[in-house]
């Protein structure tokens, strides 16, 4: 009977370390980031597959379209909302996504308010009013709706949208590549960038003035706060990082596109291109197997404070291409 009990418990560990290897490889699989791809040959790709013409609107369209595809049909496919093994015990991946689906969702309602409308009184297009909620479901929602249906629904009507575009009559849809557009949506990229940096600087932890406090007076005296991203949320913030440049990348390379009258008339190629330059250098193949933390100057290297370096070199040369939109 002991010989009997400990064969079985040898072959329930066995089974059980099986399992785990298995799993094992299937995350490492899984984790796999997407490589940045060519949006202008790719659009053009689409262009001949569905017969429609390159117009204004056209590349940044399919480029949005594309980047949920990815999401949605990358190994694994979509893992945020996934409740069985291993994807559930998986985050590196799950906060990638997340980084790059804020860039979409912040792109479709740009495209919705300001991109699609000619001035502020304007009708909403039919397709974004209606895409543009879609990408705002709840990024975890696996049933009733699951986030994945309602992507793809947010799709078909990028695509609806996409061919109306090249239309003419009354269904026409229409896109409006103006410097004050542009400016709306680098304004909000600003923003995310200068958030990212942030958290990604504050890997080592630092003291940082308090800078909510009006400099009068009256003001309560405070110094500086401590500020440090938790250890267990260090990969988080950096993946989500690496999702968001990947998915901004593809974006600037589309507006690169359909806004290349107004960057020329404003002298403002080369200011894109830094942008674009700093984005790419984001995507380098991380080679660690985990993200390190080591301090500045310290033996080790510290991956967020190097992510930190090119996301708020590109928010400076986002800063700049707002001021030559906006004078140049």
């Known amino acids: 009977m002991t010989w009997s009990w400990s064969k079985r418990n040898k072959l329930i560990l066995g089974a059980i370390l ?45 480029t949005l379209i594309h980047m949920m595809q990815v999401l949605l049909d990358k190994p694994g496919g979509y893992l945020s909302n996934d409740v069985m093994p291993p994807s559930v015990f998986m985050d590196n991946m799950p906060a990638w996504e997340l980084g790059a689906l804020t860039q979409i969702r912040d792109m479709s309602l740009i495209m919705r308010k300001d991109f699609s409308r000619s ?13 543009q909620p879609k990408f705002y479901i709840d990024h975890q929602s696996w049933i009733f709706p699951s986030a994945e249906s309602e992507y793809g629904k947010g799709i078909k009507l990028l695509e609806s949208y996409r ?25 909000e990229v ?47 913030v950096f993946y989500r990082s690496r999702g968001a440049s990947w998915a901004l990348l593809e974006l600037m390379k ?9 960057l020329q008339n404003k002298n403002a190629v080369v200011s894109m291109r830094q942008i674009i ?17 080591g301090s500045g100057f310290g033996v080790l290297a ?27």
């Open 18 to 62: 099986i399992i785990v290897i298995l799993f094992y490889g299937i995350s490492v699989y899984w984790s796999q980031e997407p490589d940045p791809f060519d949006v202008e040959r790719y659009s053009k790709q689409v262009s001949t597959q569905i017969n429609e013409p390159i117009v204004p609107g056209f590349v940044t369209t399919t």
């Open 119 to 131: 001035q502020s009184q304007s009708e909403e297009d039919a397709d974004l009013k209606i895409a």
């Open 163 to 187: 061919h109306r575009l090249s239309l003419t009559g009354a269904k026409q849809a229409y896109f409006y590549a103006r410097a004050d557009n542009l400016v709306d949506w680098l304004r």
């Open 190 to 236: 600003q923003n995310r960038l200068g958030s990212l940096s942030q958290q990604l600087s504050a890997s080592v932890g630092r003291a940082r003035l308090n800078t909510s406090l009006s400099d009068t007076p009256d003001s309560p005296s405070v110094e500086n706060s401590q500020e440090k991203t938790s250890w267990f949320q260090l990969d988080d």
């Open 254 to 262: 589309a507006v690169d596109i359909d806004f290349r009258d107004v």
């Open 277 to 293: 330059r700093e984005l790419e250098a984001t995507q380098q193949p991380m080679w660690s197997p985990m993200v390190l933390n």
């Open 302 to 328: 510290n991956h967020s404070l190097v992510m930190a370096n090119y996301i708020s070199r590109c928010n400076a040369a986002v800063i700049d291409l707002i001021e030559l939109l906006n004078n140049g």
